[in-house]
């Protein structure tokens, strides 16, 4: 069966440091891969989403950037964070051949 | 998107008292839907989905019904019980429509009153 994980479950980072957030998937190959954020009682907002290694496509300007180094691994980075870069970030992946995505357990990011 | 600033409405319902959560859409062309549940501090799961050629699909203590004509998309959660209090999304998606994925609705908090 197929598995998500995500790492760290919790991070509390300093304005200005930077950021790195690993996705990986397994028990399947070729995913489509994607970042959503999430603010406190808000709803999901597609950052990037992935096709293919080295593939990325963006889906609002921001101070993040994502990754795709292997087939089933997927990292959203930033070089120096702000406050607005707090917030609930979920990886989700999906078979190129059906419509449902399944989600990660979500990195709580909080900046300060 | 719309979905990601706004404040996320609520339903409160009695437990054991049947929940019906409502979810419009807006692309006439999205021809498959899913219905996720988000407990708080977790990821969303999925809980069913529905293709435009149904109208009801039921699953165990879950329906989801979708009227095409007004695009609008419900949930019904029969006998509430406290493991239902989530945030449920709905999301739509246009099949062979590319790979940005689903569009995800604002979301409805479910409260459960003992």
């Known amino acids: 069966s197929q598995t998500i994980h995500q790492w760290p479950a919790t991070l509390v980072q300093p304005v200005g440091s930077p950021l790195s957030l690993e996705c990986t998937v397994e028990?399947?190959?070729?995913?489509?891969l994607y970042w959503y954020r999430q603010a406190a009682g808000r709803g999901l907002q597609l950052l990037f989403y992935?096709?293919?290694?080295?593939?990325i496509s963006s889906e609002v300007p921001q101070n993040l950037s994502a990754s795709r180094p292997q087939d089933r691994q997927f990292i959203l980075s930033s070089k120096k964070l702000l406050l607005s870069d707090s917030g609930f970030y979920l990886c989700?992946?999906?078979?190129?051949?059906?419509?449902?995505?399944?989600f990660g357990p979500g990195t709580r990011l909080t900046v300060l | 998107g719309e979905s990601v600033g706004l404040h996320l409405p609520t339903l409160s319902v009695q437990e054991g008292d049947n929940s019906i959560i409502n979810c419009a859409y807006s692309?006439?062309?999205?021809?498959?839907f899913i219905w996720y549940k988000q407990e708080s501090g977790k990821g969303p799961q999925f809980i069913i989905d529905?293709?435009?050629?149904?109208d009801k699909r039921q699953g165990q203590r879950v329906t989801v019904l979708l009227n095409k004509t007004v695009k609008h998309l419900s949930l019904q959660i029969a006998a509430t019980q406290p493991g239902d209090s989530a945030v449920y999304f709905c999301?739509?998606?246009?099949?062979?429509?590319?790979?940005?994925?689903?569009?995800f609705g604002k979301g409805t908090h479910l409260i459960i009153q003992p």
């Open positions: 989700a992946w999906q078979s190129g051949r059906a419509n449902e995505q399944f």
């Open positions: 028990g399947t190959s070729n995913p489509n």
């Open positions: 992935s096709v293919g290694i080295g593939q």
């Open positions: 692309n006439s062309a999205s021809d498959y």
């Open positions: 529905i293709r435009s050629n149904m």
């Open positions: 999301a739509e998606n246009i099949s062979g429509g590319g790979a940005d994925g689903l569009t």
